[in-house]
């Protein structure tokens, strides 16, 4: 069995997340044209989506309430099939519903956080792993034109780790009963603007 260190963890992710948001303005004073800016714009561009950004953390504070190995599992699974729903956005194979399946992914990951639900290993991952097709390919298909696919694909799969080590963080008090019950508010807020993000793909 993979033992965590929590306490190193959650001192860890706070530094490492300060880094990734201090890095690209310091990167772009080296790198102002070329493929290379793929990186930073694959940095950026979960960032710049609430959908996104909620559904990852959503996945991290999960994996911190199941405990090991989820905590480790779930953030390791989710940026590898979601590179591999960005290959089908940048080679063009479609992917239908794309936007409710980010959605979804919103009031389901949401409603996991907020119930403490605690499912299989099995079936957590195969969650997991359905919905960050749906957000990979929705990376794949926003590459800018004439950037590198490659380069923009790692940028992008590292700050969807950070937004997962964010939400690990979030989910360590999960120890404590008022920490329990503050993440089934988060769980709570996640969840319903899943809805509202599922309301705007619909109209």
Do not use: C
Not at 86 to 91: E, I, P, V
Not at 110 to 134: H, N, S, T, W
Not at 169 to 184: E, F
């Amino acid at each position: 069995m993979i033992q965590i260190n929590l306490w190193k963890l959650q001192m860890l992710f706070p530094a490492l997340t300060a880094f990734v948001l201090l890095s690209p303005s310091q990167a772009l004073a080296h790198i102002e044209q070329g493929q290379a800016i793929g990186f930073i714009t694959g940095l950026h561009h979960p960032w710049s989506g609430l959908d996104h950004v909620l559904a990852m953390i959503a996945v991290g504070i999960w994996g911190a309430q199941l405990g090991n190995p989820a905590i480790w599992l779930l953030p390791v699974i989710f940026p590898i099939v979601m590179s591999l729903g960005a290959m089908m956005g940048l080679l063009g194979i479609p992917l239908p519903g794309i936007e409710i399946g980010i959605a979804l992914s919103g009031i389901l990951l949401g409603a996991m956080v907020l119930g403490e639900v605690r499912p299989k290993i099995i079936v957590a991952a195969l969650m997991v792993g359905f919905f960050a097709i749906f957000h990979g390919h929705a990376h794949g298909t926003e590459l800018p034109a004439g950037q590198s696919g490659l380069l923009y694909s790692m940028g992008f799969v590292i700050a969807t780790g950070f937004l997962h080590g964010i939400g690990i963080t979030i989910g360590l008090i999960h120890r404590w009963p008022q920490g329990r019950l503050a993440l089934r508010g988060v769980g709570a807020f996640i969840s319903f603007m899943g809805v509202t993000f599922l309301w705007r793909a619909l109209a």
